[in-house]
Structure formats: structure tokens, C-alpha cells
């Protein structure tokens, strides 16, 4: 079974440039989710999908960050623009029925100078 | 708001040695899971044991098992029989009982991790 794709893996930009970061969840995981990992500290979640519906986006700084998930299955997150505190590893996630068990991807690491 | 905290940044061990790893967390809630995933360098995240908080026994699995104490509510992690492989930062997280009208689907909040490394 494939897990879940991320692209990029690493990414550097400048302050005020955008960025967008792509996921492909496990087939057939109703759930996806985008975590944000600062470095030393535990992933913070930014936004859940449920098929393509937003559950919780409530930690989604809307002013920078914008986040779909087409036709329920890829899920694109986009920073437009970019500050120095969003460098980070931005994790996605999937899941299907059993509760908090969660698949992630390898993560994409920003680095914005 | 539920907070999750793992209050040792670091620790080590010698291969085959058991370790302890620590969590407390604060809730209002009764019904709740909580979970350990380990991150190994450069590696994804993934689950290592989950406990349901209605279950008095703990849960197990190979050689990792926790101590649930929902009274003080803490929630430790043991690794026997440490492995090289064990090297990782370790997480432990919890997540409310999602309602059946909210889709089954709660979110994740996770504590700030915890590096362990097993020397041989």
C-alpha cells in the first residue's frame, strides 16, 4: 500500500514570496490533515479535511495560508506571503476509521530566509 | 482546551535497557484516546500504541507498553529491550471522543516531543 506523497520535500524562499506544498493521502482515507512542525516543538494541526469539507481550520492563519482538497482526494496548502516564523516542516496526514490513527508523509521542510 | 506535556526534552539508553518515557496531560473531558508516535530522523511519523481512556487495562504492543493513570492523568510510555531503531523523537498525543454528529473526527493535539536515543 502507498503511503502518503509529499512534494517538495525541501523548499527556500525568500520573506513575502509564496509557496505551495502538495499531498496525496493513502487511497480511499476519507481524512487529511495539515500539521505545521516548528523545529522543538510538537506539529501543530492547521487545517482538517473531511472528504473535501473543512472540519477545523481554526489554528489556520487565513490571512497567509489557504489550504484545498480537491475532489476529495489531493490536498494542496499555499503560504502567500511568506514570514521568517513560517519556517517549519509542514507534515500531512491521512486517516480512515480508527480513531487518531493517522498516516503521515515525510513532511516538507520551508525555510524561508 | 486540552494540553498535552512531555516535561523531558532528552534522554538516553543503552541498547536492551528498559526506559520510561513521561506525559501528563489536562482535560475536562471523560471520554478520550491518547497516543504515543515516534518520529525517527529524517522518517515519518508513526503510531506506536494507543489507549482508549474507558479502558482500565493498558495498552500493549511488543515492547512498548504504558501506564494509564487517569486520575492524575498521566500517561507514560515503556520501551523494553531497547533497540537501536528506537532512536527517535517520541510524541505523545491525545484526541477527545469524537460525537457521532461531528463525523467521528476530532483533531489531534500533540505534546512538544521527546528525543530519545539508544546507544549500543
Known amino acids: 500500500e502507498a503511503g502518503v506523497a509529499q ?3 525541501y523548499k527556500i524562499i525568500e520573506k513575502r514570496q509564496s509557496v505551495a506544498f502538495w499531498c496525496n493521502p493513502i487511497s480511499g482515507h476519507a481524512t487529511l490533515y495539515w500539521y505545521q512542525q516548528i523545529l522543538g516543538q510538537g506539529p501543530k494541526l492547521l ?4 472528504n473535501n469539507g473543512v472540519v477545523d ?4 492563519p487565513k490571512d497567509r495560508f489557504s489550504a484545498e482538497r480537491l ?29 487518531g490513527e493517522l498516516f503521515f508523509g515525510e513532511g516538507s521542510r520551508l525555510t524561508v530566509l | 482546551a486540552q494540553t498535552v506535556t512531555q516535561s523531558q526534552p532528552e534522554m538516553s539508553v543503552q541498547e536492551a535497557e528498559t526506559v520510561t518515557l513521561s506525559c501528563t496531560y489536562d482535560t ?22 494507543r489507549q482508549e481512556a474507558y479502558k482500565q487495562q493498558n495498552a500493549t504492543e511488543n515492547r512498548f507498553s504504558v ?38 473526527s476530532e483533531k489531534l493535539v500533540f505534546g512538544k516531543g521527546m528525543k530519545l536515543t539508544v546507544n549500543p
Open chain 1, 57 to 60: 481550520d481554526s489554528q489556520l
Open chain 2, 67 to 104: 501506564n494509564f493513570q487517569k486520575a492524575a492523568k498521566s500517561f507514560s510510555l515503556k520501551i523494553s529491550d531497547s533497540q537501536l531503531g528506537d532512536t527517535a523523537m517520541y510524541f505523545c498525543a491525545f484526541m477527545k471522543h469524537a460525537a457521532i454528529t461531528q463525523g467521528g
Open chain 2, 28 to 49: 475536562s473531558e471523560n471520554n478520550y484516546y491518547l497516543f504515543w508516535y515516534k518520529q525517527p530522523p529524517s522518517r515519518q511519523m508513526i503510531l506506536v500504541i
Open chain 1, 47 to 50: 487545517i482538517q479535511f473531511q
Open chain 1, 7 to 9: 512534494s517538495p520535500r
Open chain 1, 71 to 99: 475532489k476529495g482526494v489531493d490536498s494542496t496548502l499555499k503560504i502567500q506571503p511568506a514570514k521568517l516564523e513560517d519556517s517549519a516542516v509542514y507534515l500531512c496526514a491521512s486517516s480512515v476509521k480508527r480513531a
